[in-house]
């Protein structure tokens, strides 16, 4: 058993693991807020884990190169999703007010801390 055996025999099944809590968690959670939590946080690192695990097990460094360049899309494009979705959920007051500790865009909103006008802007009635 090589050394690259052991990381997939690690990888793998962890990252089916963190996969299997980002499911629970999508499922149980009673908020959207912490639906896209579940959906976005464990499911990156169980992507990365597998990928890694697979990533050993190429015999060829360019395709083992190519899953790192698709888990380094995954983790730049997850946060943005998100961000995006919470942005939308919160513009048509869906966020529920009670399961906030603190409400940091509405104190920025209520001072004028808005960027500018863009058309296509999803937080903007058009």
Do not use: N, W
């Amino acid at each position: 058993m090589t050394a690259a055996d052991v990381v997939t025999a690690v990888t793998l099944p962890l990252g089916a693991l963190f996969a299997f809590v980002g499911t629970v968690g999508l499922v149980r959670f009673p908020t959207l807020l912490g639906r896209v939590h579940a959906a976005t946080k464990p499911d990156t690192v169980a992507l990365i884990l597998i990928l890694v695990g697979a990533a050993c097990q190429l015999p060829d460094v360019r395709v083992a190169a190519l899953l790192a360049l698709a888990a380094l899309f995954q983790m730049l494009t997850v946060p943005v999703l998100a961000q995006t979705i919470g942005r939308v959920a919160y513009s048509r007051g869906e966020i529920s007010e009670e399961h906030m500790v603190g409400d940091e865009l509405a104190e920025a909103l209520e001072r004028g801390d808005r960027p500018e006008h863009r058309p296509g802007r999803l937080d903007e009635p058009t």
